[in-house]
């Protein structure tokens, strides 16, 4: 089958090349000279023979918008786009009423897998029109991991439903990644702990806890033990943010998500404004020592109003997010 793949980066060259190998032809379209195969996306368009179906693997918003405005204008009646980037679920189906104005088919395409997908295979998630998905099933069948289809790939449900189902995903890869993080901590910080990279590893198999994650984590430890020198700095694609946002907006508790989303807004800070008035205001109420940022001796801010019992350590609690790795 024929396919055209806009945007060659990271996972979009990777998913080219598995193509391929399944001997689809693949006709990819990037600003990178050294990768693209032809000079624009007009000349992408008139490689392929109709129906077209073109893959769009651009960064989500604008990126996106222009590159679907433009193929509504190059594309006719019967051809189909796919979008398989991080797009937001109301994006795709303004990309839909646009082309399907146009008698054009448009599926959005959650894809989870990285940089291993093309070796191992890619998660798919899709959503669109059944006669619009069937007809690229091909392709997604070369995509997706070897194995039953349903353990690899969904037709999750309307247009919207793909990427919409690969943002909660990835809002539980938030959750899941933070309490590996944590748990990596309160292993390093205790003494009587020798081992911490045999724990993770003594979890990958059998355990309730093994995952592909947890496997990932496992090897990097094995080549940094205590992850020295890692920065715990953590940005978020931005899919975490709208699980959460829509969890808000249909009253679904979501506490776990939403505590890893915010801790890494916190790895981005020097120093938390918002911790620094929570040391703080333990000293002022509970006579708690207070450590300054000079490492100068710590003061202790105020009379005790309690009992005085809990510890003045001033050790983390939180993941420091070094576990995505």
């Not at 109301?90 to 448009?106: F, M, P, T």
């Not at 679904?252 to 915010?262: E, H, I, R």
């Not at 708690?288 to 009379?303: Q, Y």
Request: charged share 25%; hydrophobic share 35%.
């Amino acid at each position: 089958m024929q396919l055209g793949m806009i945007g060659l980066g990271k996972m979009g060259k990777n998913m080219r090349d598995r193509l391929r190998r399944a001997d689809h032809e693949v006709i990819g379209y990037d600003l990178d000279e050294d990768l693209t195969d032809v000079a624009t996306v007009e000349e992408l368009v008139q490689g392929l023979e109709a129906p077209r179906v073109v893959w769009v693997m651009v960064p989500h918003g604008e990126p996106t918008h222009k590159t679907v405005a433009q193929l509504g204008d190059l594309l006719d009646e019967g051809d189909l786009v796919i979008e398989g980037g991080n797009s937001f679920y109301l994006d795709d189906q303004k990309h839909d009423e646009h082309l399907s104005a146009r008698g054009i088919g448009y599926v959005d395409c959650g894809v989870s897998g990285g940089i291993w997908g093309l070796e191992n295979g890619y998660g798919l998630m899709c959503g669109g029109r059944e006669e619009h998905v069937e007809m690229a099933m091909p392709i997604f069948d070369a995509l997706r991991p070897e194995g039953p289809r349903e353990e690899g790939w969904v037709h999750a449900g309307d247009v919207g439903a793909g990427h919409y189902a690969k943002m909660v995903h990835n809002g539980i890869e938030y959750g899941l990644m933070h309490a590996y993080g944590e748990g990596f901590e309160l292993l390093l910080k205790k003494d009587i702990i020798k081992d911490v990279t045999g724990c993770f590893n003594a979890w990958s198999r059998g355990t309730v806890v093994r995952s592909w994650l947890l496997d990932l984590l496992v090897e990097g430890l094995e080549k940094n033990p205590e992850l020295k020198g890692v920065d715990g700095y953590t940005t978020d694609s931005g899919e975490g943010r709208w699980t959460v946002l829509e969890a808000v907006e249909n009253e679904v508790p979501m506490p776990v998500l939403s505590a890893a989303l915010f801790a890494r807004f916190t790895s981005r800070q020097d120093n938390s404004p918002s911790m620094q008035a929570v040391a703080a205001l333990r000293g002022a109420f509970g006579g708690h020592d207070v450590r300054m940022l000079d490492d100068a001796e710590a003061s202790n801010a105020g009379p005790s109003s309690g009992t005085g019992a809990s510890s003045g350590d001033s050790k983390p609690t939180s993941g420091s997010g070094s576990a995505d790795h």
